[in-house]
């Protein structure tokens, strides 16, 4: 019998999972109820033969709950997995122990999914179609410089974009498809369009197959990426070699070279090992009674807070310390600005599932001095009926303003009786944000993202199409806020898809009009479309990716929202991170800050039920900074409106959605004088004045 490949001795407990050190490589994993561990070691991702399978002495290998060897000679590039044995009784105990499961490091740096098949880890546990770690290199990354950028909250205008289907389709004309190095090769665009940040869905290592029976049975996978397993590795289909954190890296340096921001879109909610019928992974088969929410009558059972089966026990002490070790890794090692955290309320129940405002792992988060200039934004609700936009615990974190999204998506629809509501919105959200001392850059405007229609879709149909899903159209929520225009999808109708033009011009002219930080969601400056699927998170296609044709062939729409940002990132104003008072301001020549208007210059009609008229004045924060007169009109007809007078100025107009392209935004060596003291304002439309000197 030949001897075995490596020496071993007792290791240390700490840090968690694998350490490449002078003497070789500590291994440490977590089992408070394991009664035997073994670590399993391969040569490769795809070897079915260990090269040494080393079975732990629960005395010399095992410090509290902490199981730990040290691997003398070994390196980089190892591959490798876990088995846990201990006691049974899964109803009472939650524990799940399988010996025959190879089990995947919940800490590791580095995955592949070579030989991943959930239907046969289902199936079969001792089939080793499980996924498996790999030691990473520890070894040195040149950052040349690089760090977080530590932007102002204020100055940022996020654009949430998917890394797989940026660049997977055969338009993008790039090296490596899907990839993060594909994305880089797209950075000179993102740059020109003016966004400061890029908001990713999830690249933590996710399975692409965990999907309902009937949607597999189509072909198709999970492409959004909302079903994790390796929180602290890079997914693998996004790396174009098989050094996924060193491209990582790549991506993000040359970003921040661009001055551009990464945001993560993170999961802390479930995992990819779903529910009681769900496949055994890593953290079910070495603390399940840990890792996540069980029935207290019935522990085989798991309490579902986020619809995907199971919910991660967040403020589990052991799960708390995972968490912030995860996110402290992703700024320290990876360099990342920040994270949206989805369903963001699952982290605030406590382990016997019901809220606390004094969530123990959302306070270490926002008090975590390696995430201190890190962007911290919540989903602030979950699938268990939690809502907390407006009272998310902590105050650092923004939110997704689901308020915001529904009270524009109606207005510029044409529905009635919201003018107070929308200035609400339009202000900064003081009612939501103001009397727990949040401030307007506390909210996230949007008008679209991921999960519903793309924008073009939004003012082209009204009812969901995901038939595609094969969940038989009953995925995604029913009721989006949208208006066809009088036709349902695709028409040829010039008049048609000139309303739908306008519409979208007007939801982003708001979108960018509006006090908070907005969020815009990619291939919506260039009018993409799911074909009215408002939930594509299945299609890894078309349907989702983005069609680098449209840059050209809606090249007009494209120079409107580049104009459009650059409108904003020349007024201060509309910038601000205190709430407005209807009060003058230093250098405001005069005007408070904000004044609302009606049509004939006198104060809204605030409870009137009808279609709305709503304009305002923004004063400038400085002498030098052009006060803004905004008019939107979002009835069926024309309205006269009476302009606001600003001493020693006239004004000139910027921005007019009615009108085509070049003409719908102008910079200000290009715009209109306005001769008279009113503006007609077209019906359905939004126009932009800006007070420049006589």
Same mark, same amino acid.
Request: charge should be negative.
């Given at each position: 019998?030949?001897?075995?490949?490596?020496?071993?001795?007792?290791?240390?407990?700490?840090?968690?999972?694998?350490?490449?050190?002078?003497?070789?490589?500590?291994?440490?994993?977590?089992?408070?109820?394991?009664?035997?561990?073994?670590?399993?070691?391969?040569?490769?991702?795809?070897?079915?033969?260990?090269?040494?399978?080393?079975? /732990?002495?629960?005395?010399?290998?095992?410090?509290?709950?902490?199981?730990?060897?040290?691997?003398?000679?070994?390196?980089?590039?190892?591959?490798?997995?876990?088995?846990?044995?201990?006691?049974?009784?899964?109803?009472?105990?939650?524990? %799940?122990?399988?010996?025959?499961?190879?089990?995947?490091?919940?800490?590791?740096?580095?995955?592949?999914?070579?030989?991943?098949?959930?239907?046969?880890? /289902?199936?079969?546990? +001792?089939?080793?179609?499980?996924?498996?770690?790999?030691?990473?290199?520890?070894?040195?990354?040149?950052?040349?410089?690089?760090?977080?950028?530590?932007?102002?909250? =204020?100055?940022?205008?996020?654009?949430?974009?998917? !890394?797989?289907?940026?660049?997977?389709?055969?338009?993008?004309?790039?090296?490596?498809?899907?990839?993060?190095?594909?994305?880089?090769?797209?950075?000179? &665009?993102?740059?020109? /369009?003016?966004?400061?940040?890029?908001?990713? @869905?999830? !690249?933590?290592?996710?399975?692409?197959?965990?999907?309902?029976?009937?949607?597999?049975?189509?072909?198709?996978?999970?492409?959004?990426?909302?079903?994790?397993?390796?929180?602290?590795?890079?997914?693998?289909?996004?790396?174009?070699?098989?050094?996924?954190?060193?491209?990582?890296?790549?991506?993000?340096?040359? /970003?921040?070279?661009?001055?551009?921001?990464?945001?993560?879109?993170?999961?802390?909610?479930?995992?990819?090992?779903?529910?009681?019928?769900?496949?055994?992974?890593?953290?079910?088969?070495?603390?399940?009674?840990?890792?996540?929410?069980?029935?207290?009558?019935?522990?085989?059972?798991?309490?579902?807070?986020?619809?995907?089966?199971?919910?991660?026990?967040? $403020?589990?002490?052991?799960?708390?310390?995972?968490?912030?070790?995860?996110?402290? &890794?992703?700024?320290?090692?990876?360099?990342?600005?920040?994270?949206?955290?989805?369903?963001?309320?699952?982290?605030?129940?406590?382990?016997?599932?019901?809220?606390?405002?004094?969530?123990?792992?959302?306070?270490?988060?926002?008090?975590?001095?390696?995430?201190?200039?890190?962007?911290?934004?919540?989903?602030?609700?979950?699938?268990?009926?939690?809502?907390?936009?407006?009272?998310?615990?902590?105050?650092?974190?923004?939110?997704? $303003?689901?308020?915001? %999204?529904?009270?524009?998506? %109606?207005?510029?629809?044409?529905?009635?009786?919201?003018?107070?509501?929308?200035?609400?919105?339009?202000?900064?959200?003081?009612?939501?944000?103001?009397?727990?001392?949040?401030?307007?850059?506390?909210?996230?405007?949007?008008?679209?993202?991921?999960?519903?229609?793309?924008?073009?879709?939004?003012?082209?149909? =009204?009812?969901?199409?995901? =038939?595609?899903?094969?969940?038989?159209?009953?995925?995604?929520?029913?009721?989006?806020?949208?208006? $066809?225009?009088?036709?349902?999808?695709?028409?040829?109708?010039?008049?048609?898809?000139?309303?739908?033009?306008?519409?979208?011009?007007?939801?982003?002219?708001?979108?960018?009009?509006?006090?908070?930080?907005?969020? @815009?969601?990619?291939?919506?400056?260039?009018?993409?479309?799911?074909?009215?699927?408002?939930?594509?998170?299945?299609?890894?296609?078309?349907?989702?990716?983005?069609?680098?044709?449209?840059?050209?062939?809606?090249?007009?729409?494209?120079?409107?929202?580049?104009?459009?940002?650059?409108?904003?990132?020349?007024?201060?104003?509309?910038?601000?991170?205190?709430?407005?008072?209807?009060?003058?301001?230093?250098?405001?020549?005069? *005007?408070?800050?904000?004044?609302?208007?009606?049509?004939?210059?006198?104060?809204?009609?605030?409870?009137?039920?009808?279609?709305?008229?709503?304009?305002?004045?923004?004063?400038?924060?400085? +002498?030098?900074?052009? +006060?803004?007169?905004?008019?939107?009109?979002?009835?069926?007809?024309?309205?006269?409106?009476?302009?606001?007078?600003?001493?020693?100025?006239?004004?000139?107009?910027? *921005?007019?959605?009615?009108?085509?392209?070049? *003409?719908?935004?102008?910079?200000?060596?290009?715009?209109?004088?306005?001769?008279?003291?009113?503006?007609?304002?077209?019906?359905?439309?939004?126009?932009?004045?800006?007070?420049?000197?006589?």
């Amino acid at each position: 019998m030949s001897a075995p490949p490596f020496r071993l001795s007792e290791g240390e407990p700490f840090p968690d999972g694998a350490s490449v050190g002078a003497r070789g490589v500590n291994f440490v994993v977590f089992s408070r109820h394991a009664t035997a561990v073994t670590l399993v070691l391969y040569a490769s991702a795809t070897d079915r033969r260990p090269l040494q399978v080393i079975e /732990l002495d629960p005395v010399g290998n095992r410090t509290f709950f902490f199981w730990h060897v040290l691997v003398e000679g070994a390196g980089p590039g190892l591959w490798y997995t876990w088995r846990a044995d201990g006691p049974g009784d899964t109803a009472r105990t939650g524990l %799940r122990f399988d010996p025959r499961r190879e089990l995947l490091d919940p800490w590791a740096r580095v995955v592949g999914d070579q030989l991943w098949d959930r239907g046969q880890a /289902l199936a079969e546990p +001792a089939s080793g179609a499980g996924l498996r770690a790999r030691v990473a290199d520890d070894g040195h990354y040149d950052w040349e410089g690089d760090a977080p950028l530590d932007r102002r909250v =204020e100055d940022s205008i996020i654009y949430e974009l998917h !890394v797989g289907g940026f660049t997977r389709h055969g338009s993008a004309g790039v090296a490596a498809p899907g990839t993060f190095a594909g994305l880089v090769e797209k950075i000179p &665009y993102l740059r020109e /369009l003016g966004i400061t940040d890029v908001e990713l @869905l999830p !690249v933590m290592a996710f399975d692409s197959q965990d999907v309902p029976a009937g949607t597999a049975a189509l072909g198709l996978g999970n492409y959004w990426g909302y079903s994790p397993y390796g929180f602290f590795a890079p997914h693998p289909p996004y790396c174009a070699g098989e050094d996924g954190r060193r491209e990582f890296r790549d991506m993000v340096k040359a /970003l921040h070279r661009a001055g551009i921001g990464v945001i993560l879109d993170v999961v802390f909610n479930h995992t990819a090992e779903g529910d009681a019928q769900g496949p055994v992974i890593g953290f079910k088969g070495l603390a399940n009674e840990m890792f996540y929410h069980l029935d207290p009558v019935d522990r085989r059972r798991y309490r579902d807070y986020t619809g995907c089966g199971n919910t991660l026990n967040c $403020n589990h002490p052991l799960v708390a310390r995972y968490i912030v070790q995860c996110l402290e &890794y992703w700024v320290r090692e990876m360099h990342v600005d920040g994270f949206r955290f989805d369903l963001a309320s699952v982290m605030a129940r406590g382990e016997d599932g019901k809220p606390m405002y004094h969530a123990p792992v959302l306070w270490n988060i926002e008090f975590s001095e390696v995430l201190a200039h890190s962007r911290l934004i919540a989903e602030a609700w979950d699938a268990g009926g939690l809502y907390q936009v407006g009272d998310f615990p902590g105050f650092r974190w923004a939110e997704w $303003n689901g308020h915001y %999204r529904d009270s524009v998506r %109606r207005f510029v629809r044409g529905d009635g009786g919201l003018l107070g509501e929308v200035a609400s919105r339009i202000a900064g959200s003081s009612d939501l944000y103001g009397p727990s001392g949040r401030l307007p850059t506390n909210s996230i405007n949007f008008v679209t993202c991921h999960d519903g229609f793309t924008l073009n879709d939004l003012v082209s149909y =009204e009812r969901r199409h995901n =038939e595609a899903n094969g969940e038989g159209n009953r995925d995604g929520t029913p009721e989006n806020h949208g208006w $066809n225009c009088g036709v349902e999808g695709p028409t040829s109708d010039p008049a048609v898809i000139e309303t739908r033009q306008r519409l979208a011009r007007n939801h982003l002219a708001i979108l960018l009009l509006s006090q908070g930080t907005p969020m @815009l969601l990619a291939g919506d400056e260039v009018l993409r479309t799911q074909q009215g699927n408002n939930n594509a998170y299945c299609q890894d296609n078309d349907i989702s990716w983005f069609d680098w044709s449209l840059v050209e062939r809606n090249a007009g729409f494209l120079r409107y929202v580049r104009e459009l940002i650059r409108l904003r990132r020349r007024h201060r104003s509309l910038r601000r991170t205190r709430f407005l008072t209807g009060q003058p301001a230093n250098g405001s020549r005069g *005007l408070p800050d904000i004044r609302w208007q009606g049509a004939d210059g006198a104060p809204p009609q605030w409870q009137g039920r009808g279609p709305g008229f709503l304009a305002f004045t923004l004063a400038g924060r400085d +002498a030098a900074e052009p +006060a803004l007169q905004v008019m939107l009109n979002m009835t069926a007809d024309p309205r006269e409106a009476v302009l606001a007078q600003v001493d020693g100025c006239g004004w000139r107009r910027a *921005l007019d959605t009615s009108l085509a392209s070049p *003409l719908d935004i102008s910079p200000p060596d290009q715009q209109d004088r306005v001769v008279g003291a009113g503006y007609r304002v077209p019906a359905r439309s939004v126009v932009v004045l800006e007070a420049w000197p006589d």
